[in-house]
């Protein structure tokens, strides 16, 4: 099948730019941590499944921080029913956007019976979608997957998924431009091993303009990206944004014509008081400053930053002052430098 040729508006924020969603490392820390070098950026949660949710009622995974905004609810799932009900949830909570995934190859989440595996029941994935929008008809819904599974990697495939969620309403398809390969790979060589095809997600959008194609995979470069949005309309960025961070202050600038100049050191001080604040509330400070470990990659004192806070914050106790002495090294190794 394929999408419909109707017109469709995508709503909701704007997708141009995005930090993909990375299991164990997008949380509510990284998200605020993201915030302050990238305000034009979309921001998603770690995927939640509809059963954390509906059955084990862990309600503090969607709890986030009013200055993350724009920030989408990535849920995963395949119950139609439970997954109406979670966007009950993500409104109650005030998220941007629900998306479904429908791009994960682990195994774990295989015997779930969602993620990547999805791509082989595209009436399921259109049931889904269509009591997401029935169940909140104004909270854009979307869907992040691959350009297919094992040996079903031929384009149709890949219609014959999108057609029916297009039709139920779905006007937005993050596109990771890999297969995914559902047995014998890890989550980690699924990211590198299938080899990056972009010209699908391409020829997805040239096909069907009326829908909102975001493109996913191995963007690492201003240029990289900067020829990728000449063909779909937004690109999401994944393990970059994590690794180094900064870059996405070169996004700022290069795609969203940012002028305000930042320095890492402003980054730092905006961190601060949220630091402080998630302390007193019994928050650990290595699950924040995890993920600021990559903040000075490539500058000098970048190792020092990263031994301080990889060994003093996880130490009973550790405040502000772990993140200050921190500072200082970089301080210190500019000034023997110079």
């Not at 986030?64 to 439970?82: N, R, T, W, Y």
Request: aromatic share 8%.
């Amino acid at each position: 099948m394929k999408p419909s040729t109707s017109p469709v508006s995508p709503r909701g924020p704007s997708r141009r730019v995005s930090v993909a969603p990375m299991m164990g490392w997008t949380d509510r820390h990284d998200r605020y941590f993201m915030r302050q070098i990238t305000p034009n950026s979309l921001l998603y949660t770690v995927m939640i499944t509809t059963g954390a949710l509906t059955y084990g009622q862990k309600f503090e995974v969607l709890d986030f921080d009013p200055a993350e905004h724009p920030v989408a609810l990535q849920l995963g799932g395949s119950d139609p029913k439970e997954l109406a009900t979670c966007m009950g949830f993500a409104r109650k909570w005030g998220y941007d956007e629900v998306n479904l995934n429908c791009g994960c190859p682990s195994e774990r989440v295989q015997k779930g019976q969602f993620g990547a595996c999805l791509m082989a029941a595209p009436a399921l994935v259109a049931d889904c979608i269509d009591a997401m929008k029935q169940a909140d008809p104004e909270m854009p819904v979307t869907i992040k997957t691959r350009i297919g599974i094992d040996d079903q990697d031929s384009y149709q495939f890949l219609l014959d998924f999108v057609g029916p969620a297009a039709e139920k309403g779905c006007a937005t398809f993050i596109i990771h431009a890999r297969k995914a390969i559902l047995g014998g790979l890890s989550p980690a060589e699924n990211r590198t091993i299938p080899p990056l095809n972009y010209e699908t997600a391409y020829r997805l959008k040239r096909d069907f303009p009326q829908l909102e194609i975001i493109l996913n995979g191995g963007l690492k470069t201003i240029p990289a990206i900067q020829e990728a949005l000449q063909h779909v309309d937004g690109v999401m960025i994944g393990r970059e944004a994590y690794s180094n961070p900064w870059f996405m202050r070169a996004i700022e600038s290069e795609i969203f014509g940012t002028t305000e100049t930042l320095t890492r050191e402003d980054i730092v001080a905006r961190m601060m008081p949220y630091i402080a604040g998630q302390l007193a509330r019994g928050t650990p400070l290595k699950d924040i400053t995890r993920h600021i470990l990559g903040l000075y990659q490539g500058c000098y004192g970048a190792r020092g930053w990263r031994r301080l806070l990889s060994t003093e914050a996880y130490k009973p106790g550790a405040g502000l002052e772990v993140v200050e002495a921190a500072l200082a090294l970089i301080t210190q190794s500019r000034r023997q430098a110079a």
